[in-house]
């Protein structure tokens, strides 16, 4: 039997469960868990602005420095609810849109490691909101799709920007195209995914990166990933100004001096993110 997404709440932390969206925190890690899993986890609204709200929250948050996002039941997500479609309004889809579009940048924005932990299905919206976590550690038997055009629809929730990127623009143009499942091994293949390991695993092998990122240096990592993300739209010449900013800033942190503290005394560092 398939292992739930499970943190266990100590005294003193955070645990707390919505309708759609479970909250837990134990340590410096956050779980988010998608919970719908009737409709293998489908967006709601409820869930979308939970999970927004989490990911804002998060950042303001020093106590958290990993986040972790799955799913419960069966499956990752499934993206959209197909069974509501077509009763919607365009302006209600438009409104829909920019909610996921806000929880998307919420994501961007959190200067955390999000890690993905993906087992059974990420499809439509569900595959590109895996995408827009920094890490992805999926089951070797979970399989995603792009299944926008299976009903006449184009990508959302930042796919169209992600996939690209990640296996070039004729590989992702097949992908949305055909809208078949993909084997989380061939999506390992191309880079996508970081880690694949044993369905039976999923939970404790992205608990042990969640935990090494854990103990890291969180500021560096936070500047890491703005400038990552920003390489894709600024040139060589802004990409090289901004590493010498922030690296002129990095220098006087706490995290720093102690990384170069035990590399003298040849100890393992302990990162405070300061």
């Not at 919607?88 to 932990?117: C, F, Q, V, W």
């Not at 959302?156 to 590989?171: A, I, K, Q, T, W």
């Amino acid at each position: 039997m398939r292992k739930e997404p499970k943190f266990v709440k100590r005294k003193g932390e955070m645990n707390m469960s919505g309708e759609h969206l479970l909250i837990s925190k134990e340590k410096m890690i956050l779980s988010l868990t998608l919970n719908r899993p009737e409709s293998l986890n489908a967006f709601s609204p409820e869930m979308i602005l939970g999970l927004t709200n989490a990911f804002k929250e998060a950042q303001t948050d020093p106590e958290v420095k990993v986040i972790v996002l799955s799913g419960a039941g069966r499956s990752f997500s499934a993206g959209g609810d197909v069974k509501t479609m077509g009763e919607r309004s365009a302006t209600h889809a438009y409104d829909h849109i920019g909610r996921l579009n806000e929880l998307i940048l919420a994501m961007r924005n959190t200067e955390k490691p999000i890690i993905a932990a993906v087992h059974g299905f990420a499809a439509g919206a569900g595959f590109n909101l895996a995408l827009a976590c920094d890490l992805i550690v999926a089951a070797e038997d979970s399989k995603f799709a792009l299944s926008f055009s299976k009903v006449g629809l184009v990508s959302d929730g930042g796919g169209s920007y992600f996939l690209p990127r990640l296996v070039g623009p004729h590989l992702a143009k097949q992908f949305f195209f055909s809208a078949e499942p993909i084997p989380a091994s061939r999506l390992y293949e191309l880079g996508v995914i970081n880690e694949l390991v044993p369905s039976e695993s999923l939970q404790e092998e992205t608990l042990k990166l969640a935990t090494k990122l854990s103990f890291g240096p969180g500021r560096a990592y936070g500047m890491i990933k703005k400038l990552v993300d920003h390489s894709f739209t600024a040139t060589l010449e802004e990409i090289l100004e901004q590493e010498r900013i922030t690296q002129t800033m990095m220098i006087s942190t706490e995290d720093h001096q102690e990384g170069v503290t035990a590399f003298k005394e040849k100890r393992q560092p302990v990162f405070t993110g300061e």
